[in-house]
């Protein structure tokens, strides 16, 4: 990457100096302090700490995190990778990567979706990696359809090559405005959000999975070059040749990640092989699928912030005898709007023993008792253990799910474990 002009160096010092003063004192990774500071400086940062650098931006509203970090894990075959892998995915937290690491050609930025526009137009990435669309932090997010529009406005003005999930038709959509793209048949376990078609607004017709199209004006799902065949396991690349993915992350939310990081760690010329080689190093991301052991129990975490990443979630869970602890705030990062909890189906959990917590228990123990699952409220994770443990005394195993904020504090009561 090019020298950058002394502006920009003094303003990247000065956020990094900002970052470790951060971290120091206890206050957080730094990641959002120290991009602000620097843009204090040099509005034009992120633009210049750009140029020269093969980026990826990876963005969705489910599994971005997850995705980056994949993706980071492939590129470092070639050396070290400027990425922001643990989540913070704002341009403050994107200047803070790339400040972090100047000397490194390739970078892997996670966007949060509203950003994307504008990131795309700042960075001038040689790929953008799009998952998947669905409704999240309705409170202070705009509608998912005018989501997509902007995405592919954006898109038909840059040279970007477009990865994307074939199988949502959001992201089809918005994908196909780009000029050069790669398809993936990646999976679309929620479908709730994308039974209209983006184009016209008529009813899709979807008889066979994953295959999808509009009737009245034709749009249809591209043919993909990439696929995911869960029953199997199995990755099928463009040649045809079908590779087992045996990760090391559950669930086929994650076997849809490992697809797209493949498809584009292929575009910086990594073989699929060698790349679900790196791919299965990854045990955990940010937390995310971490296990803890604590009075002998062993507590796995696991993050849903929406609808569709509750049902990825319930997927993943252990059998009927594993209790599962249920957390939901409504923080400024999780959104204030909890009206999505009516749109989860909680059915799947009636036969198994339920704990709910957080800030907006009485919310979601409404909408349990709504669908007929018992459950109990509780305010830690070691008080629901210790209950387990005076009525089973053997109880080896827990399932936590929760939402952003939720997360994080339990996390945190656990060190913050990675």
């Given at each position: 990457?090019?020298?950058?002009?002394?502006?920009?160096?003094?303003?990247?010092?000065?956020?990094?100096?900002a970052?470790?003063?951060?971290?120091?004192?206890?206050?957080?990774?730094?990641?959002?302090?120290?991009?602000r500071?620097?843009?204090?400086?040099?509005?034009?940062?992120?633009?210049?700490?750009?140029?020269?650098?093969?980026?990826?931006?990876?963005?969705?509203?489910?599994?971005?995190?997850?995705?980056?970090?994949?993706?980071?894990?492939?590129?470092?075959?070639?050396?070290?990778?400027?990425?922001?892998?643990?989540?913070?995915?704002?341009?403050?937290?994107?200047?803070?990567?790339?400040?972090?690491?100047?000397?490194?050609?390739?970078?892997?930025?996670e966007?949060?979706?509203?950003?994307?526009?504008?990131?795309?137009?700042?960075?001038?990435?040689?790929?953008?990696?799009?998952?998947?669309?669905?409704?999240?932090?309705?409170?202070?997010?705009?509608?998912?359809?005018?989501?997509?529009?902007?995405?592919?406005?954006?898109?038909?003005?840059?040279?970007?090559?477009?990865?994307?999930?074939a199988?949502d038709?959001?992201?089809?959509?918005?994908?196909?405005?780009?000029?050069?793209?790669?398809w993936?048949?990646?999976g679309q376990?929620?479908?709730?959000?994308?039974?209209c078609?983006?184009?016209?607004?008529?009813?899709?017709?979807?008889?066979?999975?994953?295959?999808?199209?509009?009737?009245?004006?034709?749009?249809?799902?591209?043919?993909?070059?990439?696929?995911?065949?869960?029953?199997?396991?199995?990755?099928?690349?463009?040649?045809?040749?079908?590779?087992?993915?045996?990760?090391?992350?559950?669930?086929?939310?994650?076997?849809?990640?490992?697809?797209?990081?493949?498809?584009?760690?292929?575009?910086?010329?990594?073989?699929?092989?060698?790349?679900?080689?790196?791919?299965?190093?990854?045990?955990?991301?940010?937390?995310?699928?971490?296990?803890?052991?604590?009075?002998?129990?062993?507590?796995?975490?696991?993050?849903?912030?929406?609808?569709?990443?509750?049902?990825?979630?319930?997927?993943?869970?252990?059998?009927?005898?594993?209790?599962?602890?249920?957390?939901?705030?409504?923080?400024?990062?999780?959104?204030?709007?909890?009206?999505?909890?009516?749109?989860?189906?909680?059915?799947?959990?009636?036969?198994?023993?339920?704990?709910?917590?957080?800030?907006?228990?009485?919310?979601?123990?409404?909408?349990?008792?709504?669908?007929?699952?018992?459950?109990?409220?509780a305010?830690?994770?070691?008080?629901?253990?210790?209950?387990?443990?005076?009525?089973?005394?053997?109880?080896?195993?827990?399932d936590?799910?929760?939402?952003?904020?939720?997360?994080?504090?339990?996390?945190?009561?656990?060190?913050?474990?990675?």
């Open positions: 990457m090019s020298e950058l002009p002394l502006r920009a160096q003094l303003a990247s010092v000065l956020g990094r100096s970052a470790s003063l951060s971290r120091a004192t206890g206050r957080g990774d730094g990641s959002v302090i120290g991009g500071v620097a843009l204090k400086v040099e509005p034009d940062l992120l633009a210049k700490l750009a140029q020269g650098r093969r980026l990826a931006l990876v963005s969705a509203t489910n599994g971005k995190t997850t995705t980056t970090r994949l993706i980071a894990q492939a590129l470092r075959e070639f050396g070290d990778v400027a990425t922001n892998e643990y989540g913070a995915n704002m341009p403050t937290g994107h200047i803070t990567a790339l400040s972090d690491n100047k000397s490194a050609v390739n970078g892997v930025l966007v949060d979706e509203k950003y994307l526009p504008q990131v795309l137009l700042a960075t001038n990435p040689s790929f953008v990696v799009l998952m998947n669309l669905s409704r999240d932090q309705m409170d202070r997010a705009s509608e998912i359809n005018l989501l997509a529009k902007k995405w592919r406005t954006a898109l038909s003005q840059s040279n970007a090559h477009v990865i994307a999930n199988d038709p959001l992201v089809a959509w918005a994908g196909l405005g780009a000029p050069n793209a790669t993936v048949s990646a376990r929620w479908k709730e959000d994308s039974w078609c983006p184009e016209c607004g008529g009813h899709l017709k979807r008889e066979t999975d994953p295959y999808w199209e509009c009737p009245e004006c034709g749009l249809a799902r591209p043919r993909a070059t990439w696929a995911v065949d869960n029953a199997t396991d199995t990755l099928v690349a463009p040649d045809g040749q079908q590779l087992k993915l045996r990760m090391n992350l559950p669930g086929d939310a994650n076997r849809a990640n490992a697809a797209i990081a493949a498809a584009t760690a292929a575009g910086y010329g990594i073989h699929p092989e060698r790349t679900l080689e790196r791919l299965r190093e990854v045990t955990s991301v940010a937390g995310r699928y971490t296990s803890v052991v604590t009075m002998g129990v062993e507590v796995r975490l696991l993050l849903a912030k929406n609808p569709a990443g509750w049902l990825e979630s319930f997927a993943v869970l252990d059998p009927p005898r594993v209790p599962v602890i249920l957390a939901v705030n409504a923080q400024i990062p999780d959104g204030k709007d909890t009206s999505w909890l009516w749109d989860v189906d909680y059915t799947v959990l009636r036969d198994r023993r339920v704990f709910v917590m957080g800030e907006r228990r009485t919310d979601l123990a409404l909408r349990l008792e709504t669908d007929g699952v018992p459950f109990e409220t305010d830690r994770v070691d008080e629901v253990l210790g209950r387990l443990k005076a009525d089973h005394p053997d109880i080896t195993k827990v936590v799910i929760a939402n952003y904020t939720a997360f994080q504090q339990i996390r945190t009561a656990y060190g913050r474990v990675q």
